[in-house]
């Protein structure tokens, strides 16, 4: 893992998305630096999934204004996702039950670096390539702390035999494969006993910790994580001004036939 790496910023200012049965979430603030683990925390339903997609360039907000890694949204949504991963979104990062925990570890090398400028941009086919990939994979599997000889049938386990904890650091693992500036986790507590939800916490912080910035949707975060609401109390929405929507335009990075299909783009993200 490479712990040199810059995390992404993220300043949001009253954002919100709008669908076409209502808002998914509105009235969002956030302001982190670079290496900060920030836990979004509502009830099922109030738009914690789509507020990770929308800070990861994967769903346009419809009101208010946001940069991540100093890229403002929607307008640069196609450069977010460049410097964006996520883990463990229902219907959009899922593993598949039938294949091996190998077998998504190749599909993801084969993807290729994501970022300009990667390391593996530049090399070759052949031996280096794959030595390098390898490397990758195994720093990946480090950070995410999956340790291959602890599964029942090594790399060759399928995730139907996996433990959640375990789906969940691969997971994480798959989205760590090409150095993201933000990685964005979702359902962190999902169906987990209390002391693996601890560790699946701890996990996240350890990544903040190398410079990583994570974002993550869960109950049980660590207490210096920053905590945001996707729903609000009745005395702060009565308190709250009502957002006024603010136009943007695309840049080349973001066409409108993106925008409008951004869940089919985070399915192959």
Do not use: Y
């Not at 990667?118 to 052949?126: D, E, F, I, K, M």
């Not at 609000?232 to 299909?261: F, I, K, N, Y």
């Amino acid at each position: 893992m490479n712990t040199t790496r810059q995390g992404a910023a993220v300043h949001a200012g009253g954002i919100g998305v709008e669908g076409p049965r209502g808002w998914a979430f509105r009235a969002v603030d956030i302001a982190a630096e670079p290496g900060t683990l920030i836990a979004v925390q509502g009830p099922s339903g109030s738009g914690r999934t789509c507020l990770l997609l929308a800070l990861t360039g994967r769903m346009r907000i419809t009101e208010g204004e946001a940069t991540v890694a100093g890229l403002a949204l929607p307008k640069r949504m196609g450069s977010v996702r460049s410097r964006t991963a996520l883990a463990h979104v229902p219907g959009v990062a899922d593993l598949e039950p039938a294949l091996t925990v190998g077998e998504h570890l190749k599909e993801q090398a084969l993807l290729g670096p994501r970022i300009p400028g990667s390391p593996l941009a530049s090399l070759p086919w052949g031996k280096r390539r794959k030595e390098a990939t390898r490397a990758r994979v195994d720093a990946a599997l480090a950070a995410a702390r999956l340790d291959p000889e602890t599964l029942p049938k090594g790399l060759r386990t399928t995730v139907r035999d996996l433990e959640r904890i375990e789906a969940l650091r691969l997971s994480v693992a798959l989205g760590l494969m090409h150095g993201p500036q933000l990685l964005a986790v979702d359902d962190v507590d999902l169906k987990l006993a209390d002391a693996e939800r601890t560790d699946a916490w701890q996990l996240l912080r350890d990544l903040t910790r190398e410079g990583l910035t994570v974002v993550a949707a869960g109950d049980g975060a660590p207490e210096d994580a920053l905590i945001v609401r996707t729903a609000r109390t009745g005395t702060e929405a009565a308190e709250a001004a009502d957002p006024t929507p603010t136009p943007v335009q695309d840049d080349p990075d973001t066409t409108e036939e993106e925008a409008a299909d951004a869940f089919a783009e985070a399915g192959r993200a």
